[in-house]
């Protein structure tokens, strides 16, 4: 809500202490991507997907596992897409590394 009045910094802070998965990161990064804060989404989206799987909550099904390989797809593409090349191939590779199969 705080993003959504223009209050980006209050809730970047609010979203560190509260948020404790991949899923609702990921909503919270493409919602300030399309606020035009496209900068802050991919700081956001870097640091959340440069934690270790083991670091998030897990479900039976994968869909969190899932969650946190679709943020770094985003972030990758979004990342190419304005020239960040070292972040795009790294947030690559994080899906691949979490289930090499």
Do not use: C, Y
């Not at 509260?18 to 804060?37: E, M, N, P």
Request: proline content about 3%; overall charge negative.
């Amino acid at each position: 809500m705080r993003a959504l009045q223009g209050d980006f910094a209050h809730a970047i802070e609010t979203a560190r202490q509260q948020l404790k998965d991949v899923f609702q990161w990921s909503k919270l990064v493409q919602a300030l991507d399309a606020l035009g804060q496209t900068e802050v989404a991919l700081e956001l989206a870097h640091e959340v997907v440069r934690k270790p799987a083991s670091r998030w909550r897990t479900d039976e099904l994968g869909v969190l596992d899932s969650a946190r390989a679709s943020l770094a797809e985003w972030l990758a593409t979004r990342a190419a897409a304005l020239g960040k090349d070292a972040i795009a191939l790294e947030a690559i590779q994080i899906p691949i590394e979490d289930n090499p199969t």
